[in-house]
């Protein structure tokens, strides 16, 4: 391909998409392909300075609005930082998190007008858009028991601490958003051992890039032959 590859996961807390996006990243890198892994929020040194402020709560208290304007800031200087570079030069980029997050946590959970949500994305990734999406489905109670088994000692951020009823309203929004766009996304049961969704996401990946690069091809032969 000589445009890059651009794949986000999604999920809620607990999925495990860092293990997924990191299985993945090996397994393409042993195909021979440049692999960048990055995340939201965060992904680029402004983006960085950003996460801190949201998943510590410091935003929260100003509201679902603020907290999605400060990830849209962060988004947009990722995007543009990183995610367009180098899907410009034709590596593939792995993200833990994109605009669907926002989609959920924000738009649905927060309450915040559809209109205002999607301007913001417009804005916010100017036509950078997921070629792939993996969410990784699982029930929010058991996300929310490997959430807290991988965190330890540590406190729970500013959306896993909330609680498990809204846990499950963002599962279902993930799935809507599935389901409105079958192209993009894929569901894979985030609940199988690990070396099995990894399997799944591994299958989803090839396949969507294999399909890509023949439309692709298809496009080129068309264009040569209207010369």
Request: charged share 30%; aromatic share 4%; with cysteine.
């Amino acid at each position: 391909m000589s445009r890059g590859f651009f794949i986000t996961f999604e999920g809620g807390d607990g999925a495990g998409k860092s293990t997924q996006i990191d299985r993945l990243a090996e397994a393409l890198r042993e195909q021979g392909r440049e692999v960048i892994v990055t995340r939201e929020p965060g992904g680029s040194p402004g983006a960085e300075a950003v996460r801190h402020v949201l998943l510590s709560g410091a935003a929260e208290t100003f509201g679902p609005a603020m907290e999605a304007i400060l990830f849209a800031a962060a988004r947009s200087d990722h995007v543009e930082q990183l995610i367009r570079p180098a899907v410009e030069r034709g590596a593939i980029v792995l993200c833990d998190r994109f605009y669907d997050s926002t989609r959920v946590y924000q738009g649905v959970t927060g309450n915040l007008d559809a209109d205002f949500m999607a301007e913001l994305e417009r804005v916010t990734v100017n036509g950078m858009l997921p070629d792939l999406t993996v969410i990784l489905d699982i029930d929010p109670e058991e996300g929310l028991r490997r959430a807290g088994a991988r965190r330890g000692a540590e406190a729970p951020d500013r959306f896993e601490k909330e609680t498990l009823s809204i846990h499950r309203q963002r599962r279902k929004a993930f799935m809507a958003i599935a389901k409105k766009e079958p192209d993009r996304c894929v569901v894979v049961d985030a609940s199988d051992a690990p070396e099995k969704v990894a399997a799944n996401v591994l299958k989803a990946a090839l396949s969507a890039m294999a399909r890509r690069e023949r439309d692709d091809n298809l496009a080129a032969r068309g264009g040569r032959g209207n010369v």
